[in-house]
């Protein structure tokens, strides 16, 4: 099962899933990628699990086993996990009102704003109101607080736009209200631990040294400061999403921080490696090593279509359920019942229950394009040429 199919690339593949590694090394060669990891997993089996790279680059620290790196709206998809997880045991029920489990949530008429809207992005309230600082995303409170009070920005229910972080604190207040557990504790201890994951919703100091630098994405000057004109146009809904709260965030060195990798942000700043993603997704559609996370009918139900079409907040069309993001939204030949979540910059993590297959792909070298990255549809497509 080892081979070594190209110089930077190491790890392991399946027989017939040789081409998987070819498109792998081809990323290094032809997209400018510094340092990733892909895995896949087939039938509850590992068939991919490839590595290479730099970690760093100043440093020319090489991209090691361990190494592990922000997946950015991956998280999202660990999140949704959780959050199903607790539906399936019956402690969080997603016709019940927020506010049920969340009283404060219940300000500025928001006592019926549902569960199933707050993980399928219909709350109306992707941008997070009030003057807040970075000290305070990290504390989790003043954050979870700012939402509970504000209004909404549209009718709740009657049209979906992307929550780039709110997702992660409503649906993360959620878990920490049910279970006394903040939602970075409560995923290392039902999910991370039963299957061995590196995964981290927040990241300890002691493991800095495994992490890798994550390096924004490069653009000529005009595609900049395009992108520059619509993230940071306050006076655009858009705008104020995806740099709110507060105007406090961009995708660039901030993610590098140390204040940024340990603060709980259950949308955004998960920590690992694409072997523990791909674990992750398999464990929900399977067992794996006697691990079994999300039973079929949940499954058939946190993929059942919430809402779809062009979202309000980011243009594009999106298929979401309930906290994943559906098969239209992901590269390559995926199945129809395809679910989880990609994240800025390339990352991608996702389930194809119908094929028995999961898939993960990370990276530290960040592209933001409005079209497909040519990286993880290349790894993608070929994973499903292997099988075909």
Not at 31 to 40: D, I, L, Q
Not at 143 to 157: D, F, H, M
Not at 194 to 212: K, N, Q, T, W
């Amino acid at each position: 099962m080892s081979t070594n199919v190209a110089v930077n690339v190491r790890g392991t593949v399946a027989q017939g899933f040789e081409r998987v590694a070819e498109a792998f090394a081809a990323n290094f060669a032809e997209h400018g990628e510094v340092g990733a990891a892909c895995a896949a997993y087939l039938d509850g089996e590992p068939v991919v699990d490839l590595w290479g790279g730099l970690a760093d680059v100043a440093s020319a620290q090489p991209w090691e086993r361990d190494t592990i790196v922000i997946a950015f709206s991956c998280t999202k998809g660990a999140t949704a996990v959780c959050a199903n997880k607790l539906i399936e045991e019956g402690r969080l029920d997603p016709d019940a009102p927020i506010a049920e489990y969340w009283p404060e949530f219940a300000a500025n008429d928001k006592g019926h704003i549902t569960v199933r809207w707050g993980l399928s992005h219909q709350a109306g309230l992707a941008e997070v109101r009030g003057d807040l600082t970075l000290d305070d995303v990290v504390a989790w409170d003043p954050v979870v607080a700012a939402i509970a009070a504000q209004p909404t920005v549209w009718e709740p229910g009657s049209a979906h736009g992307y929550h780039t972080r709110a997702y992660g604190w409503i649906n993360g207040e959620l878990i920490r209200r049910i279970t006394g557990l903040t939602p970075g504790q409560y995923f290392a201890h039902e999910i991370a631990k039963p299957l061995g994951l590196e995964f981290y919703i927040g990241v300890s100091e002691d493991l800095d040294r495994r992490v890798a630098t994550m390096y924004p994405a490069v653009h000529d000057a005009e595609t900049q400061a395009l992108i520059d004109s619509v993230l940071g146009d306050q006076s655009s809904l858009m705008g104020r999403v995806m740099s709110g709260p507060s105007g406090l965030f961009a995708y660039n060195d901030m993610w590098n921080t140390r204040q940024m990798r340990s603060a709980e942000m259950p949308s955004s700043n998960g920590h690992g490696d694409a072997r523990s993603l791909a674990r992750m997704y398999a464990a929900c559609v399977q067992e794996v090593d006697g691990v079994r996370l999300l039973s079929d009918q949940t499954v058939r139900r946190a993929t059942e279509v919430q809402c779809e079409g062009p979202d309000c907040v980011i243009g594009q069309p999106l298929s979401i359920g309930l906290g994943f993001m559906l098969s239209s939204t992901f590269p390559g030949p995926v199945g129809p019942r395809t679910f989880g979540h990609s994240g800025a910059g390339g990352s991608v993590a996702f389930a194809d229950p119908e094929r028995g297959l999961t898939f993960a792909y990370v990276m530290n070298q960040m592209k933001l394009a409005m079209n497909l990255d040519p990286r993880s549809e290349g790894l993608v497509t070929a994973t499903y040429e292997a099988m075909s």
